[in-house]
T-cell receptor, first 113, second 114 residues
Framework: NAGVTQTPKFQVLKTGQSMTLQCAQD?????MSWYRQDPGMGLRLIHY???????DQGEVPNGYNVSRSTTEDFPLRLLSAAPSQTSVYFC????????????FGEGSRLTVL | GQQVMQIPQYQHVQEGEDFTTYCNSS?????IQWYKQRPGGHPVFLIQ?????EVKKQKRLTFQFGEAKKNSSLHITATQTTDVGTYFC??????????????FGQGTTLQVKP
């Protein structure tokens, strides 16, 4: 099993550009989520999904869209990148909705100029 | 904003000293999890606590869940340089159990001087 795979690992964008961070897991996990990590702020939940076709907002959803058309994939879209979205993004999944450990991808470092 | 408070934010210890980080919530928790993130890495699950007053040990690490299920602690005995990293608690609040939303504390970054 590859676990949770995120791409790209690094990306530089200009303000106003759009892009998609990809996340895929091959563990048949129900629950998937996206976090951003900024110095001193810990991990903040952006969006999450409890199954294919179901998504919901986390703590900091503005400026981001997600979809969950399959169990395996949970892409994060930045519609119009802003410098405030410069961060490290982590995708994480777990087998069940309510409990169990989160498995994290290796992260995607995004810089918005 | 952040709903679980973690203290301290940073801790520098001499190798061999003990270390403790605390996680406090204003509401009762369904369960609490702890993660470790090495510098430049991604968070890795350490443990989950579910029962009131629960204490679990992993070698030199001791995890505790408060009797009221509003706080938790991670204690490392005799730190080693391999313990360097950021330790996060993460909570699932009561009432959120059907959404699985996991909220993280700000983390405690541990530096160990050899």
């Amino acid at each position: 099993n590859a676990g949770v795979t995120q791409t790209p690992k690094f990306q530089v964008l200009k303000t106003g550009q759009s892009m998609t961070l990809q996340c895929a897991q091959d563990m048949n996990h129900e629950y998937m989520s996206w976090y951003r990590q900024d110095p001193g702020m810990g991990l903040r939940l952006i969006h999450y999904s409890v199954g294919a076709g179901i998504t919901d907002q986390g703590e900091v959803p503005n400026g981001y869209n997600v979809s969950r058309s399959t169990t395996e994939d949970f892409p994060l879209r930045l519609l119009s990148a802003a410098p405030s979205q410069t961060s490290v993004y982590f995708c994480a999944s777990r087998r069940t909705v309510n409990t169990g450990e989160l498995f994290f991808g290796e992260g995607s470092r995004l810089t918005v100029l | 904003g952040q709903q679980v408070m973690q203290i301290p934010q940073y801790q520098h210890v001499q190798e061999g000293e003990d270390f403790t980080t605390y996680c406090n919530s204003s509401t009762t928790l369904s369960n609490i999890q702890w993660y470790k993130q090495r510098p430049g890495g991604h968070p890795v699950f350490l443990i989950q606590l579910v029962k009131s007053g629960e204490v679990k040990k992993q070698k030199r690490l001791t995890f505790q869940f408060g009797e009221a299920k509003k706080n938790s602690s991670l204690h490392i005995t005799a730190t080693q340089t391999t313990d360097v990293g950021t330790y996060f608690c993460a909570e699932v609040k009561r009432g959120s159990s059907n959404t699985g939303k996991l909220i993280f504390g700000q983390g405690t970054t541990l530096q160990v001087k050899p």
